[in-house]
Every structure is written in structure tokens, then in C-alpha cells.
């Protein structure tokens, strides 16, 4: 595979990495642009633009752009995180060209007023069905707690106080300063002649001018420490107990972030890890698992148990007993390297189609400026070494948590 990329003079970057193997190829449009860059008057805008760029441009409505990516015989879709907002499609590569002026056009959205009244209604709704299903948005709220102040703090569906409130306008204000083109990366994986594809996307995006109200809300990067102690909410109509605990880990630019992933392996995995052989193999809690959440100035580890409720007290201190061991004892050489070889498969199996690679590639170069190759990525994996996870638990010490519970326990 080879790695190439430029730049067009209004500053949109392009990148993609070509696999004359591939028979499929995968376009992203990465926006740097997410929840944390929303002030406390629009959030949720981030997520609303995704919504609204498929209802259609000037010239396409919204059975228009359906019918368009039919008659590409194209997945394509879209999701809005923290930092970024991504629009994809795979397709054959003689479509490529097609699908570039389809998105070039719909991201451009016409911001029908009809339209507009119409997807804030499905929001809305989607948040309250968020806040109505397990775990009835306690992961929000622990967030919020957590990072509190920092932009990070911020949901990314938004609220529906302030989504009820959202105007056309301030939509469009947003739109005008976020998708900006040097806010932009396009992304080509798979199958890509990159001749071709700089052309059909300088020949749509090379006539976008640089916002000239471009916003830096949300664009302060900072580290913080993450708040710790104890929260719990009583839900009635919940049958389990839904508990979660976050404690500060790398960042995705920090050179410990592949030893944390592993970390979180070794002590949460769906299989094998410590956590799994403590309560999921004896029965006690339905779910137990942890995770990394990475961006570009933080990260936290992440960590989810869901129980009956007689059980939820007992799990929270095993949790607790299980972090203080690791952290005094450290893991074995066993552990690690069990660990390595499923991180190893999980990257390589999920890189072997071309939206794989679209996501790991886009979104390392959003938040690094960087690429990294397969073998890359895979030798850190492989050089971690027992004193890389020792300087992680030294850095990050687990037992300085926030616990957030919500169910029917008193």
C-alpha cells in the first residue's frame, strides 16, 4: 500500500492510502468539528449538521440524495463525536467521482425551513429515548461531572433544552465557520487512483472559499485532571443497576496510549481479562468491561458494569480491590502478551476492508497530523513492554476514579 496526500491553496487537505489489491474503495469527509466546539447556547449543533446535510442541498431534496447514493450502490452514512464530524461512503471505484460531487453538493445544506423543524423534532426524540433507555444517560452526566468545565464535558446529541431553543440561523452561522475547507480532510482508501481523485475533489472543493467568521469555540487544548468521588441516581423503573467509573488515561497523541490500550485489555476485555474471570464467568454481573476514550489533549479510562442491583455494592468494591492489585503488583508477562496478540488481530482484521482503514487513517490524521502504516501501528503494539504498562498505572493511577450509579437501588 502507498500513502499519499496534498493540499489545496484554500486549505483543504487530502489523504488516502492506495491498494491497487482492493476492489472497493471508501471516501471519508473528516470535519473537525464536534460537541467541543460548541458553546452552551447551541449544543448539539455538531450532531444537528449531521442530520441536516441529508435532507439535501439547493438543487437535491432529500429523496434526491437517497435516490443519488441508491443508484451509486454505496453504504454511506455519517456520525458526530467530541472532535470530529465524519461523512463516508464505499462503493466501487468507478463511482468515485460521483460520490465526491453528491457530498460536495449536500455539504452545502439548504437549510429548508420545513426541513429543519422537521429533523429537530427527530432529535429531539433521539434524546429523549436516550435518556429513556438503559443506561438513561448516565454516561453524560458522568462525563459531565468528570471533565466539568472543559469542552469535552459537552454531550454529544446535545440537550434538549437547548436543542428545543436551536434557530436556522445559528445553524448556519455554525455551518459557516466549522466547514470551513481548511477545517476539512478527504479521505480516499482501497482502490484509489490518487491523480484521479485530487482531481474530482479539487474540481468540487477547490472553488470553497475560507470562512471568514471561523470560530475558535472549543478549539482550546488543554489537559485537566479529572474530578473523582462518588454519584449515584435513582431509577425506579430500571431492573439492573448500571454503574460506570473514569479515570484519567492518555490522550490519543500521548506515547503512552497503545500501552493504556493494552492495559484496559488485560484488566477488561469481553474475554480472558480480569474483570471477565471476577464477575462475568461466576455469574455476578452481566456486563463488565473497560475501555480508552482518546482525543487530543485527554483521555480517560472508561469503565462499565452492569449487574443485579443486590449485586452492584459488591462489584464497585471487587473493582476498586482489582485496581489497587494491579497497581501494586503489576501484570504478568502471560497477561501481556495475550493482550498484544488480541489487540494485534482486532487492528488487523479491521483494517483489511477500506472503510477500516478510512476511519484509522482520517482519524489519526485529524487529531496528529500523521500517518502510520500497518506495520507501524502493529510494532507499537508489539514492543510494549511490562515497565510501558508499569509508567501508565505510575501516571494514571485508577484508583482516583469517578463512580457514577443509576438504578433502583436506594
Known amino acids: 500500500m502507498q500513502f499519499k496526500h496534498t493540499k489545496l491553496s484554500n486549505g483543504l487537505t487530502i489523504i488516502a492510502e492506495l491498494n491497487e489489491n482492493a476492489y472497493s474503495a471508501s471516501i471519508g469527509f473528516f470535519v473537525r468539528t464536534g460537541s467541543r466546539n460548541e458553546s452552551a447556547e447551541i449544543l448539539g449543533a455538531s450532531h444537528f449538521l449531521e442530520h441536516l446535510v441529508f435532507k439535501g442541498s439547493e438543487s437535491l431534496s432529500a429523496i434526491d440524495v437517497n435516490c443519488r447514493l441508491d443508484e451509486l450502490g454505496a453504504d454511506g452514512n455519517a456520525f458526530t463525536e467530541n472532535e470530529q464530524t465524519v461523512f463516508h461512503i ?12 453528491l457530498f460536495g453538493d449536500i455539504l452545502r445544506p439548504a437549510f429548508r425551513e420545513k426541513d429543519f423543524k422537521m429533523e429537530k423534532q427527530v432529535i429531539l426524540e433521539e434524546i429523549r429515548m436516550y435518556c429513556d433507555q438503559p443506561p438513561f444517560g448516565a454516561d453524560n452526566i458522568v462525563r459531565k461531572n468528570f471533565f466539568g468545565n472543559h469542552p469535552l464535558a459537552n454531550s454529544v446529541l446535545g440537550e434538549e433544552s437547548t436543542t428545543s431553543k436551536l434557530s436556522v440561523e445559528q445553524l448556519k452561522s455554525y455551518h459557516a465557520a466549522r466547514y470551513s475547507p481548511d477545517n476539512i480532510v478527504v479521505v480516499g482508501t482501497g482502490k484509489i487512483e490518487f491523480d484521479y481523485f485530487c482531481n474530482c475533489v479539487k474540481k468540487v472543493f477547490g472553488k470553497w472559499e475560507i470562512s471568514s467568521s471561523k470560530s475558535d469555540i472549543g478549539d482550546r487544548h488543554y489537559r485537566i485532571c479529572g474530578a473523582s468521588g462518588f454519584h449515584k441516581l435513582t431509577k425506579k423503573s430500571a431492573s439492573q443497576q448500571y454503574t460506570m467509573l473514569l479515570s484519567d488515561a492518555p490522550s490519543g497523541v500521548d506515547s503512552d496510549f497503545f500501552a493504556a490500550l493494552i492495559l484496559t485489555d488485560i484488566i477488561g476485555d469481553s474475554a480472558g481479562s480480569r474483570f471477565y474471570w471476577e464477575f462475568i464467568d461466576n455469574g455476578i454481573a452481566e456486563t463488565a468491561c473497560m475501555s480508552i476514550h482518546e482525543y487530543s489533549d485527554n483521555g480517560f479510562f472508561g469503565t462499565a458494569l452492569v449487574s443485579e442491583p443486590e449485586n452492584a455494592q459488591k462489584i464497585i468494591n471487587d473493582v476498586k480491590k482489582i485496581f489497587v492489585t494491579i497497581i501494586q503488583e503489576g501484570i504478568t508477562q502471560d497477561e501481556l ?26 482519524g489519526d490524521w485529524l487529531m496528529t497530523g500523521k500517518y502510520k502504516t500497518l506495520k507501524q501501528e502493529s510494532d507499537l503494539i508489539r514492543n510494549i513492554t511490562i515497565e510501558d504498562i508499569r509508567n501508565v498505572l505510575k501516571k494514571y493511577p485508577l484508583d482516583k476514579s469517578l463512580i457514577m450509579t443509576i438504578g433502583p437501588t436506594k
Open 337 to 362: 502478551e495475550r493482550a498484544k496478540n488480541k489487540a494485534l488481530t482486532r487492528i488487523v482484521i479491521g483494517s483489511e476492508g477500506s472503510d477500516g482503514r478510512l476511519f484509522t487513517i482520517g
Open 90 to 101: 464505499t462503493l466501487l471505484p468507478e463511482f468515485i467521482g460521483d460520490a465526491i460531487e
